[in-house]
């Protein structure tokens, strides 16, 4: 075996490792049943918390993959909960579990740092679908949020803020780097990408994470606001 197909072989290791997940939620029967859907599809739930102060410390200590997320905690909201560990960890991947489906709860949670939002109406399957999709980054939305928080890009974007007079000149780009981009940008998965382009998920991946690096944002969120103010949405 050559050392490329070594390679090949470790780098599919890791993707089959179990995805690492926290569940946080201060009702303890809701809490306990999506930990034990979430093993039974094969995750890794390494921690729980009840509050959000419990939350953030053992975040911080076990170093979960996705977070399972609820808004409302008592000591501290979720959002919160979610601005402070996605602040320290830009890699942490949130994915909001929530009663409300109000507008303004589901953008909120999206400028603290959640990469996803589901209603506690969503059954066992979607659930575990929208946990595997937000561990690779993929945003994830109950039915009809989507085009709420990608308007919401849309018009934080119509108004950017001013550049500093020595900001300096946006990195270049591939073309393949920027076709990526604008698919983002029209709210595609990554899957949907991959599709649209005839390339790998994984591929699509590393323009994606090659891309955050070049231009220094941490997350999607904020990719998407970017491409935004640069009108690739509309390309």
């Known amino acids: 075996m050559s050392g490329t197909e070594t390679g090949g ?8 490792a179990p995805i690492r997940v926290m569940v946080v939620d201060d009702h303890p029967m809701w809490r306990d049943a999506v930990a034990r859907d979430l093993a039974a599809a094969g995750c890794d739930v390494v921690a729980t918390a009840g509050d959000g102060p419990q939350a953030v410390r053992r975040a911080r200590a ?9 808004l409302n905690l008592p000591g501290m909201p979720g959002v ?28 909120e ?22 946990v595997r999709r937000t561990a690779v980054g993929d945003p994830v939305f109950t039915p009809g949020l989507a085009g709420l928080v990608l308007g919401e890009y849309r018009r934080l974007a119509s108004d950017p803020a001013p550049a500093a007079p020595d900001e300096p000149k946006a990195p270049q780009l591939t073309d393949r780097e920027t076709e990526v981009l604008r698919l983002v940008a029209k709210g595609l998965s990554y899957k949907q990408i991959a599709e649209r382009l005839v390339i790998s998920h994984r591929t699509v991946q590393n323009h994606v994470q090659n891309t955050l690096g070049k231009l220094q944002l941490h997350n999607r969120v904020e990719l998407v606001r970017y491409a935004i103010e640069r009108g690739l949405d509309d390309v």
Do not use: F
């Open 9 to 16: 072989a470790a780098a599919d290791t890791r993707a089959q």
């Open 62 to 70: 076990v170093g979960p993959d996705v977070l399972v997320l609820d």
């Open 80 to 107: 919160q909960v979610c601005k402070e560990l996605v602040g320290a960890n830009p890699a942490l991947r949130v994915l909001v579990l929530s009663a409300s489906g109000e507008h303004a709860d589901v953008l």
């Open 109 to 130: 949670a999206v400028k603290s740092g959640a990469t996803g939002y589901l209603l506690k109406s969503a059954g066992a399957e979607e659930l575990i679908d929208a």
